[in-house]
């Protein structure tokens, strides 16, 4: 774990509403731009039992080490994770709904778009935005890791065994063609506020022809990907504003106004700013359903 410990960082909660314990691992330098980061997490008598997890322009691996976890993806539907299995998701345009009975306990890694194209070698748009098993996407591996996990002595040791894990693949994978990659870049760096005509015209295609092949290899296309980005962003600043002013954090996040980011907040948070800020958890907890 020599270096890892540093590039940690704890969040963790007791009260009435339950306890929990995450921590988040930074990817190191080189696996920046395959990974937003590594968590692993506990939580044990929860007074709710449902969460929103919101789309975050982000591919996502979960394994489940603990008990039962039930995950809605589509909304209205149910599929059930008991210890030891896991799940991926592709990238997504609304959110989905965890449900455990008051307790669960996994590791997670999630995955830039490139990274996700990466690890399983093929276009994200072949695998889809649903739950797949992670045996169906990387074999015996994903088994492999899975037993690690189980046997990992702490949480410290579990986010070494997953950076480790992805290391590995990372290094023997297949990568999207570079100038999508760049693309890519192009988009996050500016937090979505770039037009995708922007780039296309960079590349010398046009938007249509970017956008056809960004939507093949990263699963969702450039635009929608902008929009999760800038929403994601205004998650991001809500957590730690207690009273927002939504006009000044439209203006942050690059919305036209504030009626616009009232409108992508409904969309893909399932309720205007207002409401959804009352779902929200203390100490990086989320938002309740």
């Known amino acids: 774990m020599t270096g890892i410990s ?71 539907t149910r599929t059930i994770f008991a210890g030891g299995t896991g799940f991926y ?98 988009l996050r760096a500016s937090a979505g506020r770039v037009r995708v005509g922007a780039p296309a015209a960079e590349l010398g295609c046009s938007r249509k022809h970017l956008t056809l092949r960004f939507h093949h290899e990263f699963g969702m296309p450039p635009k929608l990907f902008g929009r999760i980005l800038r929403f994601d962003r205004a998650m991001h600043l809500l957590r730690r504003q207690p009273s927002p002013g939504w006009a000044e954090l439209a203006l942050a996040c690059g919305y036209a106004d504030q009626a616009h980011l009232v409108r992508e907040v409904r969309a893909f948070a399932g309720s205007p700013p207002a409401a959804f800020l009352r779902r929200r958890l203390p100490d990086d907890g989320g938002f309740t359903d």
Do not use: C, K
């Not at 980061?37 to 322009?57: I, K, M």
């Not at 990466?118 to 492999?144: I, N, Q, Y």
């Open 89 to 186: 998701t592709g990238p997504s345009a609304t959110y989905a709904v965890t449900e455990t009975d008051g307790a669960q306990e996994g590791g997670q890694v999630m995955l830039t778009l490139p990274g996700a194209r990466r690890l399983f070698g093929r276009p994200l748009g072949e695998v889809g935005d649903r739950l797949t098993e992670p045996a169906d996407l990387l074999g015996a591996a994903a088994r492999e890791i899975t037993g690690r996990l189980m046997d990992a002595r702490s949480p410290g040791h579990r986010l070494a065994i997953l950076e480790q894990a992805m290391a590995s693949r990372f290094a023997d994978g297949r990568a999207a063609p570079p100038d999508l990659e760049w693309a890519w870049e192009r």
């Open 6 to 76: 540093r590039r940690i960082r704890v969040a963790a909660h007791e009260s009435a509403q339950g306890t929990w314990r995450m921590e988040f691992l930074a990817p190191p330098a080189p696996m920046a731009p395959f990974v937003r980061q590594f968590n692993a997490y506990a939580e044990r008598d929860t007074q709710f039992v449902r969460r929103r997890e919101l789309p975050t322009g982000t591919a996502v691996l979960v394994f489940n080490l603990g008990p039962e976890l039930r995950v809605e993806h589509p909304l209205e």
